[in-house]
């Protein structure tokens, strides 16, 4: 694996991001400009590129952008501490024990390690830990973060291999990997697909839907059902309608190509609440009380049509 390069080191120094995209390409990182954290491009993920010439092209284009990189596709993953609550769970994981390539943030560090294997998607460790591999992506140096704060790298021996994730750290990232494929909602005894049920294809739907707001793009004719799974999602973990709102909002922003209107992706926000409990089943009368109203009838042919799809998919 080929890593950062002393040219990506000057120009990093020199706070030249054109010059720095340039030479992160040349060592074989994709890399693709961002507006603070957002996407510049349509379809990052598969347009993110180490072709040193398309990288000019791109910040010739755009001269003030940051660097957005999959760390995946360069075989490693990084790991987002954020503060002092991500100091602890990141010590507990052993995350801290040796120094690894290492990236200083506007409110903690990235840390570099060897990918484990397998499909490392947007995840959580806990409180101020979040994972990025395959499908998400990280800001490279010099890009300049919205506090006004320079990314920067923290070790200057950046020859040196990343290492390997630590056992309890991998382990824990495998175990909630494996635990993302089961379901994310449990049977209801109130009636939602007319059985008695909340339709077994949301459970497998929702728990397959990046809810990150750095995940894959959007685009238009997929934007309503996706946002609309995610809210689903988000419930059937437990989020109330603000923290629902505001997820569906950045994701919106930062991922649908071209945005939604605000006013739609608020009203999934709050029909997916007066529809579902979290960790479980559709309120008790809810349904039943609010079939005749247009709206409802909508939420709950959206259900069906989830589920339905869902039953083809293999």
Same mark, same amino acid.
Request: contains cysteine; glycine residues 10%.
């Given at each position: 694996m080929t890593l950062l390069s002393q040219e990506a080191l000057t120009?990093?120094?020199?706070?030249?991001?054109?010059?720095?995209?340039?030479?992160?390409?040349?060592?074989?990182?994709?890399?693709?400009?961002?507006?603070?954290k957002t996407p510049l491009i349509a379809d990052w993920p598969n347009r993110a590129s180490d072709d040193p010439e398309q990288v000019r092209q791109w910040w010739e284009k755009f001269p003030k952008a940051n660097i957005g990189f999959v760390p995946g596709l360069a075989g490693l993953v990084v790991m987002d501490?954020?503060?002092?609550?991500?100091?602890?769970?990141?010590?507990?994981?052993?995350?801290?024990?040796?120094?690894?390539?290492s990236v200083k943030t506007s409110r903690g560090e990235h840390l570099y390690f060897k990918h484990p294997g397998g499909r490392i998607g947007n995840d959580k460790l806990g409180n101020g830990l979040d994972v990025r591999g395959d499908s998400g992506y990280v800001?490279?140096?010099?890009?300049?973060?919205?506090?006004?704060?320079?990314?920067?790298?923290?070790?200057?021996?950046?020859?040196?291999?990343?290492?390997?994730?630590?056992?309890?750290?991998?382990?824990?990232?495998?175990?909630?990997?494996?635990g993302a494929a089961q379901p994310g909602l449990r049977p209801s005894r109130s009636g939602a697909n007319g059985r008695g049920q909340v339709p077994r294809g949301i459970a497998g739907t929702t728990a397959r839907v990046d809810t990150s707001v750095e995940g894959p793009a959007i685009h238009e004719g997929k934007r309503d059902d996706t946002i609309r799974d995610i809210a689903c999602s988000l419930r059937g973990k437990g989020w109330e309608e603000p923290a629902i709102r505001d997820r569906l909002r950045a994701i919106n922003t930062r991922r649908c190509v071209p945005p939604l209107p605000q006013s739609v992706?608020?009203?999934?926000?709050?029909?997916?609440?007066?529809?579902?409990?979290?960790? $479980?089943?559709? *309120?008790?009368?809810? #349904? @039943? &009380? /609010?079939? $005749?109203?247009? *709206?409802?009838?909508? #939420? @709950? &042919? /959206?259900?069906?049509?989830?589920?339905?799809?869902a039953g083809n998919e293999r």
């Open positions: 120009a990093c120094a020199a706070d030249d991001r054109k010059a720095a995209a340039m030479a992160y390409a040349q060592t074989g990182w994709k890399v693709f400009p961002l507006e603070g501490i954020d503060g002092p609550g991500g100091d602890a769970v990141a010590t507990n994981l052993g995350l801290l024990a040796e120094p690894t390539l800001v490279l140096p010099p890009s300049v973060h919205e506090s006004g704060a320079i990314y920067t790298w923290q070790s200057l021996d950046v020859a040196a291999d990343p290492l390997p994730l630590p056992p309890k750290a991998k382990a824990d990232l495998q175990r909630r990997q494996e992706v608020d009203e999934k926000a709050r029909r997916v609440v007066r529809v579902i409990q979290p960790n $479980g089943p559709v *309120r008790r009368g809810t #349904l @039943l &009380r /609010d079939q $005749g109203r247009p *709206r409802e009838r909508s #939420l @709950l &042919r /959206d259900i069906r049509g989830q589920a339905k799809g």
